[in-house]
């Protein structure tokens, strides 16, 4: 018993790992600031709920670029609390990025935030572009960095399209740092034994308003692969604290997971390089239905 209690704690603490804060400020700094969140003028606090399930995640998306330098796009960048982390927390040059439907007539947005002493704000230019069908708007090689973050599960047809962009526009050398939630999440593993679903629910904001489909630590990396991109850094993470002790599959369900505890994360997080081109086609793993002579293995 005492060794299963003892490898529920190692589960549990590598998935709830802590990431590094900025600079003079601490995990509770940055989540003060994030409180009371305002986008052209929404109610303060409206997105509160938002911070607490995915704090975390802001930061160890930020701790994967920390350090880097040159031109950056942040890709769907709108609610902007990593494109802030960027603004104030780094050196690099920042395009933002978004799309919200062909109806939307695209205008800057003024974001308001708790800094220390005062309410700060900071309006918000971006280039509006559908990245699953559309050209970006930008020359072969421009960015030294690409965030690609929470916006694959959303694709609906081709996620190589967005992929194939995003390596025409990098830098050889450059790093694309993609997020996305884990589907093999621990949470995921006790619904499916305990007989429910895992798929997302219909959404009223319109088939880009769900996740279409979700991803799993080792083929999100060979997707990435194959689009031209070799790891730097992989891991997954919780982005908040969730407690499943009470679940009635739980324990055996943690016995079961001992050979895959670092995967078992709320998130997964990639840092990749680019080193070539994508490959021609596509893998026969994620895709079916596309003619003979465009099928190929990973």
Not at 71 to 91: Q, R, V
Request: glycine letters at 6%.
């Amino acid at each position: 018993m005492e060794r299963l209690r003892s490898l529920i704690r190692n589960i549990l603490d590598v998935n709830l790992r802590q990431p590094v804060a900025p600079p003079e400020s601490s995990i509770d700094d940055v989540r003060a600031s994030m409180l009371g969140w305002s986008i052209d003028g929404s109610p303060p606090g409206q997105l509160d709920g938002y911070v607490h399930d995915s704090y975390f995640r802001f930061l160890h998306t930020w701790n994967l670029i920390r350090g880097a330098t040159g031109k950056c796009l942040e890709l769907g960048a709108n609610p902007y609390f990593i494109s802030w982390l960027l603004k104030d927390f780094t050196d690099l040059d920042l395009t933002l990025a978004n799309y919200f439907g062909p109806d939307h007539v695209p205008t800057p947005q003024t974001v308001t935030w708790n800094s220390p002493s005062e309410r700060s704000s900071w309006t918000c230019e971006y280039d509006y572009f559908n990245l699953e069908d559309a050209r970006f708007p930008y020359a072969d090689e421009t960015f030294d960095v690409v965030l690609f973050c929470e916006i694959i599960e959303h694709l609906l047809v081709d996620p190589l399209h967005a992929l194939r962009e995003i390596n025409r526009i990098t830098k050889v050398g450059g790093v694309v740092v993609t997020t996305t939630p884990n589907v093999a999440r621990l949470g995921n593993v006790l619904t499916l034994i305990e007989g429910g679903s895992i798929y997302d629910p219909y959404s009223g904001y319109g088939p880009y308003g769900r996740h279409n489909r979700e991803y799993s630590l080792h083929e999100l990396v060979l997707l990435l692969r194959f689009a031209g991109f070799e790891p730097i850094e992989t891991f997954t993470a919780d982005a908040h604290h969730e407690d499943h002790s009470h679940r009635r599959s739980f324990t055996e369900a943690m016995e079961l997971c001992r050979f895959r505890e670092a995967d078992l994360g709320q998130y997964l997080f990639t840092s990749m390089r680019k080193v070539r081109s994508p490959k021609h086609g596509y893998p026969t793993a994620l895709f079916r239905s596309f003619p003979e002579d465009q099928m190929t293995e990973w």
